[in-house]
């Protein structure tokens, strides 16, 4: 080690991953002009989602299906690089290029050696030999340069900028790159950092190993194993303005100018350097980071979901897909002290069984030991899950008051707000009477032995006896007659369905509630929608009585079915069937299948027959007031089902303004569906998809509002016929608006002539 003067070098200990610009991670990012991220799926496979900015996004993904299953992501600048999941190999690729077997940007001399680590620089990658899922401890370390040709094409070669033969003896264990420079970890102790630009990384000696570290254009920052101090090196202007010493981060990433990094509290985001501060997220959690030169992509930890948003205050130009990321990279060893082995079971994918390739690995998340404000730490973290964080609407007893500010320090029962103190004697006034709502529930459905037979609505299994809940239980002759007989479930059987209410089974959240994913003991899949302390105050027993007087009424294919509730100890619980195939909007704008134009008009068409049903075939009618693509739910057959109606039916006086308002939005549904827009979209000019689409279709011009990036069908006019269904139903005059039972008729026959091939 004294033989390398023109090396820094210090102490260091890696217990996690930094994602960003010169490190490896689940997730990763391109520079300059190219701006795009790619991230690895939670499919199982491995494989790669890429995306950029509004005008680049579009082209993505040919380049996204050509590249291949991956183990690790870094990226440079214009290009990404990654580790192949079967072979280990090296593969790397232009930004926006789609790539192929003669360009690869890895010399020759590398494509068949199999690597442990790989980092990207501004124009050069660094990669440790060694098999990626063995359990190696180092490897020596092989550069090359990307550069950009004549012709303004990339290409890899060999250079002397990165060779130093004092390196290439070392054992490496793992390397990160910058504009440059690259750091490595030496097997025996210490960071070398070598390249034309490492002299500009001066770092002083220190005694403590490091715990994280990321590289940026100029810049290294670290975080301090034992003690959890941050401390960076380089161009102070990357690293202006750090976090307090107290808060401690368990990943990093850096851009251009500024880095990012996960605190190991709350899994909140905290950036530091050339950046607006009003940008960073709050309240919600993260699980890997990833900057480019201006903007940050994360995968937050309650969905795994994408987000994205840029260093200054400028609205994010980057609109990532609605798909599962993994939250960190596959490994074959054990997880550590304060890491969880992240389970697939905790995503709402039912046929998701593991996010890697191979049964033998798994992923290796930090845990977390507090949670965002608004919401109370209701779980520790465990090795096989992270903590829990349940939202203060939530909270109900003394354990949570203080973690939702409920109460002040100095004491529950002096210093009590009366708001506060108001409130929960009306939470406790519910409680009392959610022990009446269960004598009453007799009132509402007859308790029959559970033998009975399958209904015909597919409800579930045929039915056991269960004595407990005919205990305080008693019938009234109004729901007694209602067909579908819904099931009355115990809490302690939806508890356990939806694993204690937690926060990996929610499936969404409104202002009633919380909707919840469960699998009951019958192994039937389910939606659990719980109601929450707001709703239980605000709504009146009668009313929930009269909900559930209506729903047990409602079966149709084309409607979201309750299938049974239960109201113990205050709650109310409400079980509808699950939709695994999401909302219609999330097709139509959220990054999922984009659905072709056979399934559009069928979606079309059985939502239509669905809302028919409410208005036609109920007596009272029901109005949805509420319809939206968000509201159209897709089963396990493709098929629409309207969910999220209005509970109470209209009375007579506004009856039929109430229908013609529901076949207005109906109609922007339509047009949804045949644009491929959103209903309002501020990038668009209207934004309103009504001023947009409608005077081209009284134009005769309705071809050009249909969605460009679905390939044309041989026929379009049955999308010609939609597009002048969809101008009669969003008619301004309400009573120039065609019943719902006529667009039914329309829509059937337009599927029913099978044209649209």
Known sequence: MQNLPTLSLILLFWCATAHGFGAMGPISASFAKDEVFCAIDAS????????????????????TNAVPSMSALSGGEGFLCGI???????????????????????????????????????????????????????????????????????????????FNQAVMNLEVKRVVSGEGFTCGEVRDGGLICWGPNSGGIRISNVSESFAVLAA???????????????????????????????????????????????????HEVECWGDLNS???????????????????????????????????????????????????????????????????????????????????????????????????????????????????????????????????????????????????????GCSVLG??????????????????????????????????VNVALQSTPS??????????????????????????????????????KAMLADGRVVAVKRANAATIIHTNNRNFEMELEILCKIRHGNIVNLLGYCAEMGERLLVYEYMPHGTLYDHLHGGLSPLNWSLRLKIAMQAA??????????????????????????????????SDFGLLASSDKDLNGDLESDVYDFGIVILEILSGRKAYDRDYTPP????????????????????????????VEPLLKLADIAELAVRENPSERPPMSDIASWLEQIVKDGLIL
């Open 44 to 63: 199982g496979k491995q494989d790669v989602i890429c995306w950029g900015n509004n005008a680049t996004s579009p082209s993505l993904s040919s380049v």
């Open 84 to 162: 192949l999941a079967n072979t280990s190999q090296a593969f790397c690729w232009g930004a926006v290029t789609k790539p192929s077997t003669d360009l690869v940007l890895v010399p020759p001399a590398y494509r068949n050696t199999a690597y442990s680590h790989i980092a990207a620089g501004k124009s050069h990658v660094c990669a440790v030999r060694g098999s990626y899922y063995a359990d190696h401890d180092s490897g020596s370390v092989d550069c090359w340069e990307i550069t950009t040709t004549a012709n303004k094409t990339l290409t890899a070669k060999q250079s002397d900028l990165y």
């Open 216 to 266: 940026g254009r100029r810049a290294v920052c670290g975080v301090f194993n034992v003690s959890g101090q941050l401390k960076c090196w380089g161009d102070p202007s990357s690293f202006s303005d750090p976090p307090l010493d107290s808060v401690r981060l368990v990943s990093l990433t850096a851009g251009a100018n500024h880095f990012c990094g996960i605190r190991m509290d709350n």
């Open 278 to 428: 009003s940008v960073i997220p709050r309240g919600n959690g993260f699980m890997a980071l990833a900057s480019s030169d201006l903007t940050t992509c994360g995968i937050r930890e309650d969905d795994l979901l994408l987000d994205c948003w840029m260093v200054n205050a400028l609205k994010p130009d980057f609109d990532p897909p609605l798909e599962l990321s993994s939250p960190g990279l596959c490994r074959a060893s054990s997880c550590g002290v304060g890491e969880f082995a992240f389970n697939a079971s905790m995503l709402n994918e039912v046929a998701l069984t593991s996010l890697c390739v191979r049964e033998d690995l798994r992923i290796c998340s930090p845990c977390g030991s507090n949670c965002s404000k608004g919401f109370f730490l209701s779980s520790s973290c465990t090795k096989n899950s992270d903590r829990v964080c349940t939202s203060c609407s939530l909270c109900q007893n003394s354990s949570c008051f203080s973690a939702c500010g409920l109460h002040s320090p100095s004491g529950l029962h002096m210093h009590w707000h009366w708001h506060h103190l108001r409130k929960w004697m009306v939470i406790v």
């Open 435 to 468: 022990v009446l709502t269960i004598l009453l529930c007799g009132c509402l459905f007859s308790v029959r032995k559970r033998t009975k037979k399958q209904s015909k609505s597919g409800i579930g299994k045929p039915e056991q006896e269960d004595d407990h």
């Open 479 to 516: 729901v007694n007659s209602c067909p579908g007989a819904p099931q009355v479930f115990r809490l302690s059987e939806l508890k356990d369905a939806t694993n204690g209410f937690k926060e990996f089974n929610e499936l969404g959240r409104g202002s009633y509630g919380f909707v919840y």
């Open 609 to 642: 027959k669905g809302l028919e049903y409410l208005h036609k075939e109920l007596v009272p009618p029901i109005v949805h007031k509420d319809l939206k693509s968000s509201n159209i739910l897709l089963d396990s057959e493709w098929g629409a089902r309207i």
């Open 688 to 715: 309103n998809i009504v001023e947009w689409a409608v005077p081209l279709i009284k134009q005769g011009k309705a071809a050009a509002t249909i969605d460009r990036y679905v390939a044309l069908p041989r026929n």
